[in-house]
Structures are given as C-alpha cells and as structure tokens.
C-alpha cells in the first residue's frame, strides 16, 4: 500500500467511490485560468489564447474560468496577457470558495488568510472596482507575491493588512469575510508523484487551534447581516466540521447553501458519533474524482 | 512605511500631470484618494479609504507616479494600464514585436517624442516608454517582464 493511500485509508468511511478518489488523486488535475474582467474580456482572453495554439474550454458553473486543454498550460505563466493581468492561473476548487462568498458590488470584504491572492482577486473582480477588499496576510515572505498579483490584476480598492488573522482588528466591520484557512493542504497533493506531506499529529493539533482563532476572529468582524465563508484544502474533518461545528453553535451561526451547481458531496452531519450542527450537510467537500480540481472543503454561514 | 495622504491641491497637481502631458479626462481620478509612500503615489478607490487609514496597512491601490529626485513626476506601469487607456497625448502605439525588442533592451523609434510617454497596444495602456533623441527606451519593470516566454518562434506567447 502507498503512503497515500495509506494516509487516506482513514477517509474510506466518508469519501464515496474510494477507489475511485486515489485513482483521481494520481492524475495531474486540468489546468484552468480565471479570467479578469477588470481589465479584459472572457472571449478576448479565449480568441488570443485559441490564436496562441492553447486549447480552450469554457466552464458551466462560473463564467471566468476557462479549462486550457493539451501539453502547454506550463506556460500559462509566461504569456504577455499573464503579465499584463488578463487572467490569473486559478483552480476550480479555489474559485469555488470565492464564489460561495456571494460577492455584490459595493461590499466590504475581508479576507484574512490571502496570500498569494487567488480568492482576493477574484472578490476583487466580483467587486467590480466598488467598495472594499481587504487583504491580510501575516507572512512577510508571502506579501510580495500578493501585492504582485493584486498590482497585477490592476485592483484599485484592496488594503493589504498584516495581522495575524486572529488578532485582526474587530473595529470595522465586514459585509463578507473570508477565512481560506492555513492546513494540512491534503487537497493539493495531486499528480502522479503526489504524496502526503507534513502530516504529524502535533502540527495538526497546531494548525486546527490556529483555524479556530482565526475563524473565531472573522465571526467577530461579521456585520450584523454579513456573511462568512470558511474553507479549506484539505479533507481532514478536524480541520474542516470539527473547527466549524462548535463555533457556528457558540455564535448561533446559520450554514447557508452555497447555490453553486457543481459535483460536491455534503458536510459530515457527525463525526465519530458526535452530531454536527444543524445545516452541515449545506457545506461541500469537493473530491478530485467527483470535481476534478483541488480537493477542498467550502462553508458558508451567517447569524441566525 | 507609512502613508501620508495627498490633499484635494496636491492630488490636484498629480491629475495635472495626467491631464496635461497625456491629455486625460480629470474625471478619471474622481473616485480615487492618493497618499505618497516612499517615493511613490498611490492611487486607491475612495470606498477603500476609511479602511486604509483604520487600519495599518502594508499597501492599498495602486502605485501611479513616481517622484523623481528632481521632484517630477513619472507615470507607474501598474497604475497606467488602468488608468491610462484613454491617453491621448505623448502615446505610443507598439505592436508585438517592439514590445518584445524593448523587454529585450533595443529601442524602437519615437520620433520628436520626447519624455515619458504612455505604450499602448491596441488601444489599451501597457506601460511606460522614455523616449530620448527620436528612440523609445522601455520602462517596463523587470518583475513584469522577467517571465515572459520570449522564444516561441520570436514572437511573445
Ligand atoms: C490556504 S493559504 C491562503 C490562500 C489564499 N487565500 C489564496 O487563495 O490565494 C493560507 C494562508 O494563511 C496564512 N496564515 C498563516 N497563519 C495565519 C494566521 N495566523 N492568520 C492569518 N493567516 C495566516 C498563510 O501564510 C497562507 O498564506
């Protein structure tokens, strides 16, 4: 049995189709751009790259984002559009947790684990230049790729922060908040050399007491009538229910549907006998060989 | 770095730069604050504003000009291809192929241009040339250029 699969085993009670699943896991996953509207168009970006020799599909479910097909999306990064912002190199499961924020123009969005930025951009973009994007990030050694990309994708109304997530200021309020959560990134082990990687007990425990605070700390920065998404790359449901569940109960939280038609499976309504709040099964968990993409766990949520 | 916020005379001075030497609608700037960090001045919607200076930010918006040392002003990349596809005066048109031989390090001809003048590429703003003695010299950042594929059969991928 291979490491992964060993490391997977325990999963085999919840992920359908488990042999299935490794099978995904193993390919590579499709590469696929977002495309921003901020500073072009979707059919510009699909003609130039047509042009160029890339072969383009577009998606059902979310009208940026193109699948590149064939041997060349290693460049996707070295195009001149790339440079000049046109598109940003996305993954479908990454723009998932963007879109179930329910962005309007107009809103104060804070999302408070950004870097590199693929979600702030998007938020950006969903924006359309009116109201505000804050994008906090701790790390100092990954604020340079986000400011990049926010320079990049030429956004006007983004306020990069450095706060640790758990102690960002409860002072303003936010109409969305988005806590894309530090984890085990289970999710992105994908490909055929994918293996697991940093999985000891003691860093879990760290990590799921780090998405605690944090989510506890964008709960706190809700407005009234704001709303939370709360997601991961991982499929550990300690980092994923577990952190959730006794929250959404501590602050009388309502989990929301997402309204995005795609292949997720539901929330885990109870883990090892413990009964999860009511709405649960409303989360997605998103599994290479049902969604083929980043293996990721999405939750959206609001005061009752 | 702190961010010292311009006042409504002082971006005035900045929108007059861009109306001026690139014959831009000063409506353009009409829902953006400006604040200099550094050497640069920043470009940031004004539904942004409150929260940049509630909180302590690392960044916000866009770099837009530079102030040189002989405290001029010299238009940023970034914050050209947004705000600068409307230039009309000091613009260049430059197609692919200049565009890959000014990354490169060659000039391209600018006749009696002379200054900062914005590149446009079909139409849209994709940065800043210095035209000196009829030639176009890129002032394209190297952190945008860097990447690029260059060798697809001499033409930018
Ligand atoms: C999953 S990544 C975010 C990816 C990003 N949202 C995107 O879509 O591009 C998690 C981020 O959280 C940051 N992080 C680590 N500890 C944090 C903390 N205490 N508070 C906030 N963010 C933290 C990490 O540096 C990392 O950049």
Not at chain 2, 108 to 126: N, P, R, T, W, Y
Request: hydrophobic share 35%.
């Amino acid at each position: 049995m291979s490491r992964l699969t060993k490391h997977y085993e325990r999963y085999k009670e919840f992920i359908p189709d488990f042999d299935e699943f490794m099978a995904a896991v193993k390919r590579d996953q499709p590469a696929r751009i977002r495309v921003n509207t901020l500073k072009t168009t979707v059919a510009e970006v699909e003609r130039n790259l047509t042009a160029k020799g890339f072969e383009v599909e577009r998606t059902t479910w979310n009208p940026y984002l193109l699948t590149i097909k064939g041997d060349r999306p290693k460049k996707l990064g070295s195009t001149l559009m790339h440079s000049l912002g046109h598109y940003y190199v996305q993954s479908a499961s990454s723009s998932v947790a963007a879109l179930a924020l329910d962005v309007k123009p107009g809103h104060r969005v804070l999302d408070l684990c950004a870097s590199p930025g693929s979600k702030t951009t998007f938020i950006a973009q969903l924006l359309e230049g009116k109201g505000l994007v804050v994008a906090n990030e701790p790390s100092r050694k990954r604020l340079t790729p986000l400011t990049t990309n926010l320079r990049r994708l030429g956004i006007t109304n983004a306020v990069t922060t450095t706060y640790s997530g758990q102690n960002f200021p409860m002072r303003l309020k936010f109409d969305r908040v988005l806590v894309d959560a530090p984890c085990s990134g289970e999710g992105t082990w994908r490909g055929p050399d994918a293996r697991p990687k940093n999985t000891s007990e003691s860093l879990r425990e760290r990590l799921v007491k780090r998405q605690q605070q944090i989510l506890e700390r964008g709960i706190q920065t809700m407005a009234p009538d704001g709303q939370l998404v709360y997601s991961t790359c991982t499929y550990a449901p300690e980092e994923n229910e577990n952190v959730v569940g006794p929250l959404a109960a501590k602050y009388d939280l309502e989990i929301l549907d997402t309204g995005l038609k795609i292949n997720a499976c539901p929330g885990l309504t109870q883990i090892e006998g413990v009964k999860m709040p009511d709405g649960m099964e409303k989360a997605l968990r998103l599994y290479p060989h049902r969604f083929d993409s980043e293996g990721f766990f999405v939750i959206r949520m609001a005061r009752r | 770095m702190s961010f010292v916020w311009l006042d409504d005379k002082e971006s005035a001075k900045v929108e007059d730069y861009f109306v001026e030497r690139f014959g831009m609608d000063r409506e353009k700037f009409a829902d953006f604050a400006m604040f200099q960090k550094g050497d640069y001045i920043n470009i940031l919607a004004l539904d942004a504003r409150e929260a940049a200076q509630e909180l302590d930010p690392s960044d916000a918006g866009l770099p837009l000009a530079k102030l040189t040392h002989s405290k001029t002003l010299k238009p940023v990349t970034r914050g050209v291809q947004v705000f600068c596809n409307e230039a009309t005066s000091n613009v260049v048109e430059i197609e692919p192929a200049d565009l890959k031989g000014l990354i490169e390090g060659r000039s391209v001809e600018s006749g009696d241009l002379k200054g900062f003048v914005i590149l446009k590429m079909g139409g849209c703003a994709v940065g800043v040339g210095l035209a000196r003695e009829g030639r176009l010299l890129s002032q394209f950042p190297k952190a945008m250029t860097h990447h690029l594929d260059l060798r697809n059969g001499g033409e930018i991928l």
